[in-house]
C-alpha cells in the first residue's frame, strides 16, 4: 500500500499533463478574437513603409486596405515573417503569456512560390473557399489545432426593401419597382480580382493561366461575358444584375422605411442631383480641374488609379458605383444593356457617369478598357 | 508507472474516439442536481445516477444522446456507463441497462461541465487516472441579417474550430433542391444551398417558388420569369399566377404566362 502511495507521488505530474491540454485549447480559445482581427482586418498590421513579402505579396500604396482584409497571401505574408520579425500573437491566460504562431504545414503553390503554404484553400457543408489554418502555443510544442477561417470580407447584404430600375421613369407605367423582402441577397462590395481568378484557375486545373505579376493582383479580373459567369456560378453565385445594381448605388430616401413604393432615382450615389456634382459641373465646364475628392468618390480620366479603396463606398456597402471600371451586368430587363460604362477611361463631362445608364457589351474584353464583374448570391432558407 | 492518457486537443487526430462527437454537442441535459463540479462523486454508494446527458447530430444527422450514467463506488468498485440513445428518450429508462461503453472497476470519479469544456477524470483499480477533457465548441446561431454582414458569417461562424476533412457533397445541375406545391405548402426543407453552381427558382406567387440547381437566367424567352416580389404593391392578396402575375417579370417584349402556378416568359 505503501508503494502505491509512493507511486501516486506522481499522481499530480498527470494532471499537470492533462490539464496542459487543456490549456491548450483554452489558449487556442482565448486568442480567437486576435486571430480573426488578424485574418479580417490584416490591413490594421501594416506599417506605415509597408511590408516586404517577394514570395506571396507585393505592397503599392496605391492599392487600399480592402485587399488585405480575409487575404490569404497577406496571411501567408504575415506568418512568413514579412510584416514583422516575430508574427507571434501574445495571449495571456491565466496571468501567463503564450505565443501563437501558425504553421507551414501546407503543400507549396508552385505557381506562387516553392515555399510551404501557411493555409489551404477549403470548401465545407456551409462555406466556400474557406482558410484552413493550423494553430500552435510555442509553449506547447507538438500540439496543433487546425481550424477554418471563412471569408467575412467579401460581400455585404442588400437590405430588404422596395427598390427601382434604371433611370426616373417618363411616366407612372414605366417606372418599374420591385422588391427583395424575404430574400437573403448578398453582393460583393468590390470587383472580382486577378488574385481571385487565380484561386479558380488553379482549381479547375488550369494554372498555366495564374497571372503572376503580384503587382497586378488587385486589378479587376479581365473575363469574357461567359467566364465571369462560370466564375460566379462556381461559387455557388451569380453575375450582378443591373437591378441590384441600381438598389445598391441609388441611395433611399429614408432607410426607415422599407416599404415606400415612391422610389427616387438619384443621378449619383451621393448626390440625387448630378448638376451639384462635379460630374455636372465638368459637364458645364470644359477647363474643370478635378480634386482629389472628386477622384475617390468616382474615379474617372485624369484621376490617378487607385482601386480597394472604399471612399466610393454606396449607402449598403457596395464600392465602385460610378466611374472606375467599366461593369459587366445581366440586364433581365433590357439583356442588351449589359454594361455601366462609366469608368475611369471616360472625361468627368461624359453622359455615360450617371446611375441608371447602360449600354451594350459583346462579352468579350476590349483591349483598352477591361470590363470589371462582381458576383452576387442569394441564400436559400 | 505506464498512465493512460487519452487527451482531446486536436478534432481530428487526438481526441478520445469515445467522446469525438461531443465536440459538436447541441446541449448538455439532464445535469445532476446536486453534485459540484470537479468534486469526486462518492454518494449514494452503490448506486446509479446519471451525470449528465449530451445530445449531438450524427453522422448520419440524426439527433442522439449519450447518456452518462455513474455507479458510484461503495461494496463494489464504480462503472461509468455511456448509453447512447435517441434524442428524445429518457435517460431514466436506461439506469440499469448495460452501456454501449463502459469503464469499470473505478475507484472514483469527477467531472465537471463548466469552462467550455466537459471533464471527466477517473480513478482506476490500479491508481490510474483517465482523464477526458473534450472542448465545447459554440454554438452557431445565424443571426438576422443587417446592413455590413456577409454572406459567410450569415451561414457560418467566422473561425470554424472543428472542421474535419471531407469530401462535401453538391448536387448537380437540374436537381430540384426546393419543393413547393401549387398551395404554397413548402415540402421538406431546402438542399439548395448543397447544390455546385447555385440556383434557380420558378416564380408561383408564394413567398418561396420551387427551386432546382444550376443557373437559368430569368425573364428569356421559354424560360421562367424573374421574381418581382409581392410586397412592393402594398397589398394583402394572394398571387395566383392565372389571376394575377405582377408577382413575376420578363424581358421587354416578352410576357409572362402560366403553367399552372408557375410563371414562365414567352
Not at chain 1, 505530474?13 to 479580417?40: D, G
Not at chain 2, 482523464?131 to 467566422?158: G, V
Not at chain 2, 413548402?186 to 418561396?208: A, L, M, R, Y
Request: charged letters at 25%; a neutral charge; aromatic letters at 12%.
Amino acid at each position: 500500500m505503501l508503494f502505491f502511495r509512493n507511486e501516486k507521488v506522481e499522481v499530480p505530474s498527470v494532471r499537470s499533463q492533462a490539464n496542459t491540454s487543456k490549456l491548450f485549447a483554452q489558449v487556442i480559445f482565448k486568442a480567437e478574437k486576435h486571430i480573426l482581427e488578424l485574418w479580417e482586418r490584416g490591413d490594421k498590421f501594416i506599417p506605415k513603409e509597408g511590408f516586404e513579402c517577394p514570395n506571396s505579396l507585393s505592397f503599392d500604396k496605391s492599392t487600399g486596405r480592402g485587399f488585405y482584409q480575409c487575404q490569404p497571401h497577406f496571411w501567408q505574408c504575415y506568418w512568413s515573417g514579412g510584416v514583422k520579425k516575430s508574427p507571434e500573437i501574445k495571449i495571456e491566460v491565466f496571468g501567463q503569456t503564450y505565443h501563437i504562431e501558425a504553421l507551414p504545414n501546407f503543400a507549396p503553390i508552385s505557381e506562387y512560390s516553392a515555399e510551404n503554404r501557411f493555409y489551404e484553400l477549403v470548401d465545407g457543408e456551409n462555406f466556400r473557399n474557406g482558410l484552413k489554418v493550423d494553430l500552435s502555443v510555442k509553449e506547447f510544442p507538438n500540439k496543433k489545432w487546425s481550424v477554418v477561417l471563412i471569408d467575412s470580407c467579401r460581400d455585404t447584404f442588400l437590405p430588404e426593401r422596395i427598390y427601382g430600375h434604371g433611370q426616373t421613369p417618363s411616366s407612372r407605367e414605366e417606372d418599374f419597382i420591385w422588391d427583395n423582402f424575404d430574400r437573403k441577397i448578398f453582393i460583393d462590395k468590390w470587383y472580382v480580382s486577378n488574385q481571385q481568378i487565380n484561386d479558380w484557375f488553379l482549381k479547375i486545373n488550369q494554372g498555366h493561366r495564374v497571372i503572376k505579376n503580384k503587382s497586378l493582383w488587385a486589378n479587376p479580373a479581365e473575363l469574357s461575358l461567359e467566364e465571369q459567369h462560370l466564375y460566379c456560378k462556381s461559387l455557388g453565385k451569380r453575375l450582378l444584375s443591373s437591378h441590384l445594381f441600381d438598389a445598391a448605388s441609388m441611395t433611399p430616401i429614408n432607410l426607415s422605411d422599407p416599404l415606400n413604393p415612391k422610389v427616387l432615382r438619384p443621378q449619383t450615389p451621393w448626390q440625387r442631383d448630378i448638376s451639384k456634382t462635379f460630374l455636372g459641373m465638368a459637364r458645364k465646364n470644359s477647363d474643370y480641374q478635378l480634386t482629389p475628392l472628386d477622384c475617390m468618390l468616382a474615379q474617372v480620366e485624369g484621376c490617378a488609379d487607385k482601386l480597394f479603396y472604399s471612399d466610393s463606398v454606396s449607402w449598403m456597402g457596395m464600392n465602385y458605383p460610378l466611374g472606375f471600371y467599366p461593369e459587366s451586368l445581366v440586364n433581365e430587363f433590357e439583356p442588351k444593356l449589359n454594361l455601366k460604362r462609366s469608368s475611369k477611361f471616360l472625361p468627368a463631362a461624359s453622359l455615360s457617369h450617371e446611375l441608371g445608364k447602360r449600354e451594350y457589351w459583346n462579352g468579350t474584353q476590349p483591349e483598352v478598357t477591361s470590363v470589371a464583374f462582381r458576383c452576387y448570391e442569394e441564400v436559400s432558407e | 508507472m505506464n498512465f493512460i492518457f487519452i487527451l482531446v486537443l486536436s478534432i481530428t487526430s487526438l481526441f478520445a474516439a469515445d467522446f469525438e462527437h461531443w465536440v459538436n454537442a447541441s446541449q448538455v441535459v439532464d445535469k445532476h442536481e446536486f453534485y459540484k463540479e470537479n468534486e469526486v462523486v462518492s454518494v449514494p454508494k452503490d448506486t446509479n445516477q446519471i451525470l449528465f446527458a449530451v445530445i449531438f447530430l450524427n453522422t448520419t444527422q440524426e439527433l442522439r444522446k449519450d447518456c452518462i450514467i455513474y455507479k458510484v463506488p461503495g461494496e463494489e468498485l464504480g462503472i461509468l456507463k455511456l448509453k447512447n440513445i435517441r434524442a428524445n428518450d429518457n435517460c431514466k429508462d436506461y439506469l440499469f441497462q448495460k452501456g454501449d461503453r463502459e469503464w469499470t472497476d473505478l475507484r472514483s470519479l469527477q467531472y465537471s461541465l463548466a469552462d467550455n469544456f466537459i471533464s471527466i477524470s477517473m480513478t482506476q483499480k490500479n491508481y490510474e487516472i483517465l482523464r477526458f477533457d473534450i472542448p465545447q465548441i459554440k454554438k452557431f446561431t445565424k443571426l438576422d441579417p443587417k446592413m455590413n454582414i456577409s454572406s459567410a458569417e450569415y451561414r457560418a461562424p467566422k473561425i470554424i474550430f472543428n472542421y474535419l476533412d471531407s469530401n462535401v457533397i453538391r448536387l448537380k445541375d437540374g436537381q430540384a433542391c426546393q419543393k413547393v406545391k401549387e398551395d404554397c405548402s413548402i415540402e421538406g426543407t431546402s438542399q439548395c444551398e448543397s447544390c455546385e453552381n447555385g440556383w434557380f427558382e420558378v416564380p408561383n406567387g408564394c413567398n418561396v417558388g420551387p427551386k432546382y440547381c444550376g443557373y437559368l437566367s430569368c425573364g428569356k424567352r421559354n424560360g421562367p420569369a424573374c421574381r418581382r416580389g409581392y410586397r412592393y404593391q402594398l397589398q394583402e392578396k394572394k398571387f395566383h399566377c392565372t389571376e394575377d402575375s405582377s408577382f413575376a417579370y420578363c424581358a421587354k417584349g416578352l410576357k409572362v404566362q402560366c403553367q399552372g402556378a408557375l410563371a414562365y416568359c414567352i
